[in-house]
Structure formats: structure tokens, C-alpha cells
């Protein structure tokens, strides 16, 4: 097993031009947890939202702002979410929250990413599909405020 290991380490990622950006699916945080759903009255309006957050490099490279509504697509699927931009985030990386995607009262409560992360794609030890490295394609909706590039 350990040569299995120093071999994946070894390994750079396989990369596909159609899919250039790595998404973290589901980050926690401390408005939302592992395996918690919580009616979204609970954050009282607080807490993060369901947003694809991105670096102010890649947001400006696809020329959106904190809001805009984007398509984000993998292999599996594809959802629609709100931008944001995160000055933490190194140009394309970016992520989203876990613990949305549920109807509350007949409202649908932003974007399940697993819709994104797909079963095939796991961890050949534990099974575990990689959702904190989800080989992705953003794009801007048409609608959506142009923003200057460059």
C-alpha cells in the first residue's frame, strides 16, 4: 500500500482543458456542518449562502461579480449559483458550501453540491469520491452583469 501511495504522490493530477478549474464541494462551515440540515431560518439570515466562490483573478478572467449568477459544470452535472468572490482563494481553485439544496416550506434553498461530485471519481482506498478536488467549467450566464477583464 505504501508504494500505491508514494506512487499517487508522485502523480501529478490528471488535467482536462474542458474542466480547468478544481472545486472544494462542500466545505464546512460554521453555519453549516458535516452531516447537519438545518432550516434556513436557523441563520436567521446570517452565515454564508450558497455561492461559488471564486479568486478575484478567475472572477475577473470570466468577468463576474460578487452575485452574478453563474453555471458551474463537472463530468456529472451542472448547477446555477450566485458568484462570490474570496480574496483567500488562489486563481482556479474555488468552492462552496455544504448543507444547502433542500426544500424548506416549498422553497428550494440554493444548490446540492453533490449534484456535482460524481461516484466514479473516489479515492481508490476508501471509496470516498473526491469532493474537495472536482475538476470544473464556470461560466457566466447571459444576463448577468458584464464586468471589465483585465
Not at 66 to 72: E, I
Not at 95 to 112: A, E, K
Request: with cysteine; charged share 25%.
Amino acid at each position: 500500500m505504501l508504494d500505491e501511495i508514494r506512487r499517487a504522490v508522485a502523480t501529478p493530477p490528471r488535467l482536462d482543458p474542458d474542466y480547468p478549474f478544481v472545486l472544494a464541494a462542500g466545505l464546512r462551515t460554521r453555519w453549516t456542518a458535516n452531516t447537519i440540515q438545518r432550516d434556513p431560518t436557523w441563520r436567521k439570515g446570517r452565515g454564508p449562502h450558497c455561492a461559488l466562490n471564486l479568486s478575484p483573478a478567475d472572477a475577473r478572467e470570466l468577468g463576474v461579480g460578487n452575485g452574478d449568477r453563474v453555471h458551474v459544470s463537472t463530468r456529472r452535472g451542472g448547477l446555477t449559483l450566485p458568484a462570490q468572490i474570496d480574496p483567500k482563494l488562489l486563481p482556479g481553485h474555488m468552492w462552496m458550501p455544504n448543507g444547502f439544496g433542500m426544500v424548506h416550506d416549498g422553497v428550494l434553498d440554493g444548490v446540492n453540491q453533490n449534484e456535482l461530485t460524481d461516484a466514479a471519481d473516489r479515492d481508490p482506498f476508501t471509496g470516498i469520491p473526491h469532493h474537495r478536488h472536482v475538476q470544473c467549467r464556470v461560466e457566466r450566464l447571459a444576463g448577468a452583469a458584464q464586468r471589465p477583464t483585465g
